[in-house]
C-alpha cells in the first residue's frame, strides 16, 4: 500500500524555516518548486523514502505543494467528483512536442510518402496495429503468448479460449474506435464499446455494454487488497454525461485561457473512466480505448500504430500506482499524465525506430535482390510479402491475409505465395485446411542462392 500524503500542512514554510533557529534554510529552499532537478513528479509516498534523514519530511512536503499550488491548472473541470488539477512537468510537454511533431494525419502521410516504392511500410503498419489490442489483454492478465495471439488475428481464426477471445475484443474494439473516429462521444457510443469488447467472453461477469448501478465493484492488487474503490453508482449516470459534455467541448483553441491539449485531454478520459469503473469488468480496456479514439478523433493517425500497453504491461505496478497516487493527492492529474507522458514518449520512439529499421532493412535487402539476380524475378507484391517477411514483422502467411494486407484478389494473393515457394523463397505446410506459408531461413536461402551460384559457374 503506498503512503497518502498528510492532510494538514504547515503554512506559510519559508516563515516558518525562519523562526527554526535549528533548521537550515539552504538544506530546504531547494525543495520549493513541483519537481526536482531531473524533472520528477514525485509523490509523498516516494519523496518520504528519498529525503535525508534529517529533513523534517512534513516541512519539506508543505514547500513542494506551495509551489505546485501556485502554478497549477485549477480550472481543469471535466464533471469529477473531486475538480482536478495539473502542472504541466518537462516530461509532459516533452510528450506533447513529440506528438505534434511524429504523430499526427500529416506526418504518417510524410513517412509513407518518403519511402515511395518501399511498400513493405503498409504491411507493417498493420502488423503494429495488433500490437495494443494484444498488449492491452495481456495487462490485464490475458495469458495468451504473442506470437499466438498475432498468428490468431493474421489468419482470422476463431478464438480457442477466453484467453484469445479477450484479445479479439480488444482488436475489434481498436478498430471500432478508428472507424468511429469522427463521431461526438455519448455515454451510448462507450457502452457500445464496452460491448464489442468484452462480449462472449464471461457475460456473466462482465456484462457487456451495462453500466454498473451497485457499489461492489472494486479494484484490487494482486494480493487481494482493494487499492480503490469506486465512486457510488448513484449519481455514476450525472457524472458519465457531464464527462461526455466535457470531452465534446473544444478545448484546442491555442488563444483561449481554458485551452488543454488533446493528448492531456486523452489521458484525462483515460484516467476518468478507470476512476469512475463504470462497467463491472474490463474498465481498464475500455478505458485505453478511448484514449485512442480521442486521439484519433484529432487527427494524431499515427497513433493507430503506437501501442501504449506494451509498454505499460512491463511495470503494472506504476500504471497501478499512477492512479492511486492522483487519487490520494486532492485528485492531482499530474502523476497520471505525467506517468502516461513518460511511456508515451517511449512508445513514440519506438514507432520511429520501427519505421528507420525497417527503411534500413529494405535498402539492405534491396541490395542482395538485386546481386543474386532474384530482383528481376519478382513482382511488386512478391518483393512487399518478402521483405515483410525478412525483417521478421510477421513470420507466417496465409493467402487470406495477403489478400486483405494487399487489398488483391484471393486468385492474386495466391499467385504471390506460391510464386514465391517456386523461387524456393518459402515453403508451406499445411495447417488443417489452411496452407500456412513461410520464409525460409535466411541463412539457408543465402547458402541456396551460393551454391547454385557455383554450380551454374563450374
Not at 377 to 402: G, P
Request: net charge neutral.
Amino acid at each position: 500500500m503506498i503512503i497518502s500524503p498528510p492532510k494538514d500542512l504547515i503554512e506559510n514554510p519559508i516563515e516558518f524555516i525562519s523562526k527554526q533557529s535549528n533548521y537550515s534554510f539552504g538544506e530546504y529552499i531547494s525543495y520549493r518548486t513541483p519537481v526536482d532537478s531531473k524533472g520528477r513528479y514525485f509523490h509523498f509516498d516516494e519523496i518520504k523514502h528519498r529525503l535525508p534523514k534529517k529533513l523534517d519530511t512534513l516541512l519539506v512536503w508543505s514547500l513542494m505543494k506551495e509551489a505546485r499550488s501556485n502554478q497549477r491548472q485549477t480550472a481543469f473541470f471535466d464533471g469529477s467528483v473531486v475538480v482536478p488539477s495539473l502542472y504541466l512537468t518537462p516530461t509532459i510537454q516533452k510528450a506533447i512536442s513529440e506528438t505534434d511533431r511524429n504523430t499526427t494525419t500529416a506526418a504518417l502521410e510524410w513517412m509513407c510518402n518518403k519511402i515511395g516504392e518501399q511498400k513493405h511500410l503498409d504491411y507493417l503498419l498493420n502488423d503494429l496495429i495488433e500490437d495494443e489490442a494484444i498488449s492491452s489483454s495481456q495487462l490485464e492478465g490475458a495469458a495468451t503468448t504473442t506470437k499466438v495471439a498475432k498468428d490468431m488475428l493474421k489468419r482470422a481464426r476463431k478464438p480457442r479460449s477466453l484467453d484469445e477471445k479477450m484479445i479479439l475484443g480488444n482488436f475489434r474494439m481498436m478498430k471500432f474506435a478508428w472507424e468511429h473516429r469522427n463521431k461526438a462521444l455519448s455515454v451510448e457510443f462507450i457502452e457500445e464499446l464496452h460491448q464489442i469488447g468484452v462480449e462472449g467472453i464471461e457475460d456473466d461477469k462482465y456484462k457487456p455494454g451495462v453500466i454498473r448501478t451497485t457499489d461492489d465493484v472494486v479494484v484490487e492488487n494482486n494480493d487481494g487488497e482493494v487499492v480503490h474503490t469506486p465512486p457510488k453508482a448513484e449519481s455514476l449516470s450525472s457524472r458519465l454525461d457531464r464527462l461526455v459534455e466535457w470531452v465534446n467541448q473544444s478545448h484546442h483553441d491555442a488563444e483561449s485561457s481554458g485551452y488543454i491539449h488533446p493528448l492531456v485531454k486523452a489521458i484525462t478520459l483515460h484516467f476518468r473512466i478507470g476512476y469512475e469503473h463504470p462497467f463491472h469488468d474490463g474498465n481498464g480496456r475500455v478505458a485505453r480505448a478511448l484514449f485512442y479514439w480521442y486521439m484519433f478523433k484529432n487527427e494524431f493517425a499515427a497513433f493507430r500504430y503506437i501501442a501504449i500497453s506494451l509498454l505499460l504491461k512491463e511495470a503494472p505496478v506504476q500504471y497501478g500506482k499512477s492512479y492511486l497516487y492522483t487519487e490520494t493527492d486532492d485528485m492531482d492529474l499530474t502523476y497520471f499524465v505525467d506517468h502516461q507522458c513518460r511511456i508515451i514518449i517511449r512508445a513514440i520512439n519506438k514507432f520511429k525506430a520501427s519505421y528507420k529499421e525497417s527503411v534500413e532493412q529494405t535498402e539492405v535487402f534491396n541490395k542482395w535482390l538485386w546481386d543474386s539476380g532474384l530482383y528481376r524475378q519478382l513482382t511488386d507484391k512478391q518483393q512487399t510479402v518478402f521483405q515483410v517477411a525478412k525483417s521478421e514483422k510477421a513470420v507466417s502467411f496465409t493467402i487470406n491475409n495477403v489478400k486483405d494486407n494487399l487489398g488483391c484478389s484471393y486468385n492474386t494473393a495466391a499467385t504471390v505465395l506460391n510464386g514465391l515457394v517456386e523461387l524456393k523463397l518459402f515453403k508451406k505446410v499445411k495447417d488443417g485446411r489452411e496452407w500456412v506459408y513461410k520464409m525460409i531461413d535466411q541463412k539457408e536461402l543465402v547458402k541456396s542462392w551460393q551454391a547454385d551460384t557455383k554450380q551454374f559457374k563450374d
